[in-house]
T-cell receptor, first 116, second 114 residues
Framework: GENVEQHPSTLSVQEGDSAVIKCTYS??????FPWYKQELGKGPQLIID?????GEKKDQRIAVTLNKTAKHFSLHITETQPEDSAVYFC???????????????FGKGTHLIIQP | DTEVTQTPKHLVMGMTNKKSLKCEQH?????MYWYKQKAKKPPELMFV???????INESVPSRFSPECPNSSLLNLHLHALQPEDSALYLC?????????????FGEGSRLTVL
């Protein structure tokens, strides 16, 4: 099945600096790669996603890049702010043959700390 | 309305109790999911419903029993749970089974089994 590796597990950056979180996946059939932000006591919230027919996507201070050949994708946050502090999860889609539905396999998460 | 609503937010139960977790969405989504999340771990998929039919059961013990009464509701019935089942249970929905759109998560039900 799909295996998603995420690094680093903890990332501390100064406010205003950039943060980069990297993920690799194992199943070449995966075609959807979302990133979720989870704040304490809340459910995960989608912040950006990318599909396998696209190499890069940007939304204001957040961008995601995908390298299908190398099977890795990265989250880039620029001009970090205190409210960016949270746990970030990458994920890759998995499809069950004959199952009629898709699911997501998540990375282990990155605790992003923005130092004032 | 772009929300997935879960009740209760917190639940404490003994190992002999029977309880249920409830999830509701009114976005017209046809795929609904249960995930389990332990502290400082990623969500793990438990069940997937597609068009009110159970599509995926990720080898979840039978003490967890899902139910999808209609396209807006998803329940998780709990019976004879173990302390290690204590976790945050997340419900999610998507437009359809193929992630044509975003996967929306609820805030979760935090379960403690004594």
């Amino acid at each position: 099945g799909e295996n998603v590796e995420q690094h680093p597990s903890t990332l501390s950056v100064q406010e205003g600096d950039s943060a980069v979180i990297k993920c690799t996946y194992s199943d070449s059939a995966s075609n959807y790669f979302p990133w979720y932000k989870q704040e304490l006591g809340k459910g995960p919230q989608l912040i950006i996603d990318i599909r396998s027919n696209v190499g890069e996507k940007k939304d204001q201070r957040i961008a995601v890049t995908l390298n299908k050949t190398a099977k890795h994708f990265s989250l880039h946050i620029t001009e970090t702010q205190p409210e960016d502090s949270a746990v970030y999860f990458c994920a890759a889609s998995i499809t069950w043959k004959g199952g009629g539905a898709d699911g997501l396999t998540f990375g282990k998460g990155t605790h992003l700390i923005i130092q004032p | 309305d772009t929300e997935v609503t879960q009740t209760p937010k917190h639940l404490v139960m003994g190992m002999t109790n029977k309880k249920s977790l409830k999830c509701e969405q009114h976005m017209g989504h046809r795929a609904m999911y249960w995930y389990k999340q332990k502290a400082k771990k990623p969500p793990e998929l438990m069940f997937v419903y597609s068009y009110e039919k159970l599509s995926i059961n990720e080898s979840v013990p039978s003490r967890f029993s899902p139910e999808c009464p209609n396209s807006s509701l998803l329940n998780l019935h709990l019976h004879a749970l173990q302390p290690e089942d204590s976790a945050l249970y997340l419900c999610a929905s998507s437009q359809d089974k193929s992630f044509a759109g975003e996967l929306f998560f609820g805030e979760g039900s935090r379960l403690t089994v004594l």
